[in-house]
């Protein structure tokens, strides 16, 4: 078992842990295979900046502090937290523990936090309750319940099928239209109203058509997938050896991202 987690944890602060517990074992006599069996590469993607602070937060039983940028929010809050747990859910970390500024348990997903994970309190001093489940609590929580917003978008015409379907008011842009310093500019584009609720889940959507949807409005949509795009962008490899954030690039997600959305 420590064998298969050595090999799980992409991130080195998890794989050292499994590792150095192979190392005591071998050295007590103890054989161990960190092998894999044919045919099943197991991989556990924790990239969130916040995963390595929070992890060892749950660890030593120490409060934290952080700021959270909520559903809908374009700000951001302090928040204080006993953390009791770190869970993956739909390819997704959160952190769940109880919130000292709501006095309730609460669920924060790691992607929202925004700057560094400091310490707030001494190690030893958070206590997990006795019965509790981190994982339902995660499995469980839906988050806090958001009315729909509109979110105003530029089509390219003959692109965009899908966000297409179910758009409300789809008009072609007019001449000389805001946001633009060229009146050609948004020549053979249509201008479009959206209904969405969850900025994490509509942001990724909008964003694999490219450049031939641009968000105007609101804001925090306009910057998720601004964000979507520079990560695509920021893991992409083009000719001669470089990435596409350290050289040119091509590609919708290029003109996309490198023009942080028209209109900006």
């Not at 050289?247 to 900006?264: D, F, K, L, P």
């Amino acid at each position: 078992m420590l064998g298969l987690a050595a090999r799980v944890w992409q991130r080195a602060s998890m794989a050292d842990a499994a590792s150095g517990a192979l190392l005591k074992l071998r050295a007590a006599g103890v054989e161990t295979d960190a092998a894999t069996p044919a045919g099943i590469e197991p991989r556990v993607d924790t990239g969130d900046p916040a995963f390595p602070a929070l992890w060892e937060a749950v660890r030593d039983g120490r409060p934290v502090a952080f700021d959270y940028q909520a559903i809908g929010r374009t700000s951001v809050s302090r928040r204080h937290l006993e953390p009791w747990g770190v869970v993956s859910r739909r390819g997704r970390w959160y952190v769940v523990g109880h919130d000292r500024d709501r006095g309730e348990e609460r669920v924060f997903r790691l992607s929202r936090i925004t700057g560094e994970v400091v310490q707030d309190g001494r190690p030893g001093t958070v206590t997990v309750p006795d019965g509790v489940d981190v994982r339902r609590i995660a499995f469980d929580w839906s988050g806090p319940v958001t009315e729909p917003r509109p979110a105003t978008v530029r089509l390219r015409a003959g692109a965009a099928q899908g966000p297409r379907r179910w758009a409300k008011d789809l008009r072609p842009v007019a001449a000389g239209a805001a946001g633009s310093a060229d009146a050609s500019e948004w020549d053979g584009w249509d201008e479009a109203t959206l209904t969405f609720q969850d900025v994490d889940r509509f942001a990724p959507y909008l964003a694999r058509f490219a450049d031939d949807v641009v968000v105007l409005d609101p804001p925090d949509l306009r910057d998720a997938v601004i964000q979507q795009l520079k990560a695509v962008l920021a893991g992409c490899d083009v000719p001669g050896g470089t990435t596409a954030s350290s050289g040119a690039a091509s590609g919708g997600a290029a003109a996309g991202a490198t023009g942080e959305a028209r209109g900006r």
